[in-house]
C-alpha cells in the first residue's frame, strides 16, 4: 500500500509552546490530506481536510487559529498547535487521499504529543 | 446518537474459534464502508472494503445491510496476531470524508 509518513513520532512540550507535524505522502501525489485526533479508548475525530492549494476545511469545533494546517505541496501537509495546552495531549493521525488510489485512505504512523 | 457505533466488546476468543460483530450506522446515503484494524498505539491499517454483496479476504468476512444499515465482520479460525481494535468506517461524503466507530476490541487467546 499507499506509505505515509509523520514527524515526529512523539513530543514532549511545554505548555505554552508551539509544536509543528509534518506528514508526507511517500509514493503519491496527495490531492487531499485529513488531520484526526484520538484520545485514549475513542474514535479518531476528523480535525480538518486539507487540498493542496487551498484553505483547510476545519470540522465543527475545531479551532482554525489554533491548528493551523498547511498543504503547499502534494506531498506535504504540516499541522501545528499553537500555544499547546495539556488539553491539547493527544495522538494525531494524518491521512492521505490521491486521484490514483481512489477513495481509500493511508494513515501515517500518527504523532504522539504530550503538553506538560 | 453516534453516526457509528460499535460494541467496544472487548471480544474474548479461543484461538482458532470465530468471532462476528457488527456495526451500525445513520447516515443512509454512505456508500463506502471499510473495516480498518488498529493495534495498540499504532495508526489504522486497512482491513478490508465492504462491498453490497459482501466478501471475503481470506479469514475475513464482510457483510453489508442498507436496508438496516449494519456492516458485519466474521473472523474464522482466529489467530494470536489479530488481536487488535477492528474500526468501522464510513464514508460521510463525497469528498472522501470518513466517519470512525471507535472500535471494537477483540483479545485472541491461547
Known amino acids: 500500500g499507499a506509505v505515509v509518513s509523520q514527524h515526529p513520532s512523539r513530543v514532549i512540550c511545554k505548555s505554552g509552546t508551539s509544536v509543528k507535524i509534518e506528514c508526507r505522502s511517500l509514493d503519491f501525489q496527495a490531492t487531499t490530506m485529513f488531520w484526526y485526533r484520538q484520545f485514549p479508548k475513542q474514535s479518531l475525530m476528523l480535525m480538518a481536510t486539507s487540498n493542496e492549494g487551498s484553505k483547510a476545511t476545519y470540522e465543527q469545533g475545531v479551532e482554525k487559529d489554533k491548528f493551523l494546517i498547511n498543504h503547499a505541496s502534494l506531498t506535504l501537509s504540516t499541522l501545528t498547535v499553537t500555544s499547546a495546552h495539556p488539553e491539547d495531549s493527544s495522538f494525531y493521525i494524518c491521512?492521505?487521499?490521491?486521484?490514483?488510489?481512489?477513495?481509500?485512505?493511508?494513515f501515517g504512523p500518527g504523532t504522539r504529543l504530550l503538553v506538560l | 446518537r453516534k453516526e457509528v457505533e460499535q460494541d467496544p466488546g472487548p471480544f474474548n476468543v479461543p484461538e482458532g474459534a470465530t468471532v462476528a460483530f457488527n456495526c451500525t450506522y445513520s447516515?443512509?446515503?454512505?456508500?463506502?464502508f471499510f473495516w480498518y484494524r488498529q493495534d495498540c498505539r499504532k495508526e489504522p491499517k486497512l482491513l478490508m472494503s465492504?462491498?453490497?454483496s459482501g466478501n471475503e479476504d481470506g479469514r475475513f468476512t464482510a457483510q453489508l445491510n442498507r436496508a438496516s444499515q449494519y456492516i458485519s465482520l466474521l473472523i474464522r479460525d482466529s489467530k494470536l496476531s489479530d488481536s487488535a481494535t477492528y474500526l468501522c468506517v464510513v464514508n460521510a461524503d463525497s469528498w472522501g470524508k470518513l466517519q470512525f466507530g471507535a472500535g471494537t476490541q477483540v483479545v485472541v487467546t491461547p
Open positions: 465492504v462491498y453490497s
Open positions: 447516515n443512509s446515503a454512505s456508500q463506502s
Open positions: 491521512s492521505s487521499r490521491g486521484n490514483v488510489l481512489g477513495e481509500t485512505q493511508y
